[in-house]
């Protein structure tokens, strides 16, 4: 019985610890007059499949945002992407369910606006990225 129960308690404490999402260092300033989302990704260096590197957000004018990772973005380009690049793509609320859906090709459509990020870029302008 007392196994049993230093077992449980060995398996919260390292659930716990796995899920632990903590504000990432990129800061999006949104400077429009209108409410925008957005989502952040890079492509595997495997596949060169699209996938997101953040949770997305949504950011209501002239206010900002820090996406929300399990690893940092800066360590997930450098190590995980084909191109050490972050694609931010921008949307409007009601294309929400249909970027999440097709997020292996959101970064393709021309119909949402869209910026492309190396790490060097990142780092000169110190990880603030400004939608207008």
Request: with cysteine; net charge positive.
């Amino acid at each position: 019985m007392k196994h049993r129960i230093i077992y449980i308690f060995l398996l919260i404490a390292i659930t716990l610890s796995s899920c632990h999402y903590r504000k990432d260092e990129l800061k999006i300033i949104n400077k429009s007059n209108t409410k925008m989302c957005y989502v952040n990704l890079a492509k595997d260096n495997v596949s060169g499949d699209f996938y997101q590197v953040s949770a997305g957000g949504e950011i209501e004018p002239n206010s900002f945002d820090f996406p929300i990772v399990r690893s940092s973005i800066k360590s997930t380009i450098s190590k995980k992407t084909c191109d050490n690049i972050l694609y931010v793509v921008y949307f409007k609320e009601n294309e929400r369910d249909y970027v999440y859906k097709n997020i292996k090709s959101v970064a393709k459509n021309k119909s949402f606006k869209q910026e492309k990020f190396s790490l060097t870029e990142l780092n000169r302008i110190n990880w603030e990225i400004t939608f207008e």
